[in-house]
């Protein structure tokens, strides 16, 4: 019953959608405000047609092509009253979930889970295709701005929490492996002592410090770093994170993250112990037990001491 609801679903859709689309006023040949400068601009090409996928299937319509001379930009009030994409063959909401799904599993098998939960098909070269589009118009974006979008809490954090951390990642073409930086920014909250939901913002580089770095000191300057009171900065260890941290937040509190604390520990008890040595577990949970208890120097202390 619920696949035959589904396929009476999917059918009625794709009239549906056309039919909402054939109750749109005619369009008019006349000028349209530029969406950039505000200049009317005259119709430089009628009636071109477009074709995009919908959640329904397959939609195609006539618009007109407007050209902006002071801009040099071009664009189609249609597909902006549509709130379409400016470029790509689907609507904003496909687009949406086919990034979703992309970003979050292999190509291969997001299209396989894909076709589990839609009637309308597709391939992993459309993944990738959108996945590049929108991923080269995040880069090309005023990072600025981009962060302003992103930012959900309004007014100054009393603690603001940034981590940073990196690794190398496989690479197709000549170079086989590239860094990759990420940081996120989150609100904390002192009372409730957990993360305030809907706070954390994360940035990303596949490149060194020198490109991280710049990404961000805007995400942490939306975020008015200079006013807030307390700034824990949490990291690995490296001492190049150290160094970013004195460079963009020479108040904050540096940080060693628990699992570092705790693998660095374990490395120290190996160099000692022998790396097969049936003590390293106890060692390492001799480590666990005096950072539950919030007692780092005693941690400390006793490896110096041993």
């Known amino acids: ?57 397959p939609v195609t319509f ?7 001379e002071e801009c040099k930009y071009g664009f189609y009030p249609v597909d902006r009253l549509l709130g379409l994409p400016e470029e790509g063959e689907l609507t904003s909401e496909m687009e949406k979930r086919v990034i979703d799904f992309a970003i979050n599993d292999v190509y291969g098998e997001c299209a396989a889970r894909w076709n589990l939960h839609y009637q309308q098909p597709i ?73 305030i939901a809907g706070s954390a913002r994360y940035v990303a580089v596949v490149n060194g410090l020198g490109e991280f770095a710049p990404v961000l000191e805007e995400a942490m300057h939306v975020e008015k770093i200079e006013e807030v009171p307390l700034v824990a900065w949490v990291g ?13 937040a020479p108040d904050a509190v540096q940080i060693l993250d628990w699992h570092h604390a705790v693998e660095h520990a374990v490395t120290c008890g190996k160099v000692l112990l022998g790396e097969d040595s049936p003590w390293v577990p106890l060692w390492q949970e001799r480590s666990k037990s005096l950072l539950c208890a919030g007692e780092p120097d005693a941690l400390i202390a006793e490896l110096m001491d041993c």
């Open 1 to 57: 019953m619920e696949l035959a609801v589904e396929k009476l679903k999917g059918e009625s859709g794709d009239p549906g959608i056309e039919a909402m689309i054939r109750r749109i006023k005619p369009e008019k040949p006349t000028g349209k405000a530029c969406p950039r400068c505000g200049k009317r601009t005259p119709v430089k090409a009628r009636d071109r047609e477009r074709t995009v996928r919908s959640l329904s299937g």
């Open 62 to 68: 006539h618009r007109n092509y407007h050209y902006c």
């Open 123 to 195: 391939s992993e070269n459309l993944l990738r295709r959108v996945i590049g589009r929108v991923g080269a118009q995040c880069e090309a974006v005023d990072q600025g701005r981009l962060q302003e979008e992103l930012k959900q809490s309004e007014g100054v954090a009393d603690v603001l929490v940034v981590e940073t951390d990196g690794s190398l990642l496989p690479i197709r073409g000549e170079e086989p492996w590239k860094e990759a930086k990420v940081g996120v920014l989150y609100r904390h909250d002192s009372e409730a002592n957990k993360p």
């Open 236 to 248: 690995d260890g490296a001492p190049c994170n150290w160094t970013l941290a004195d460079q963009l």
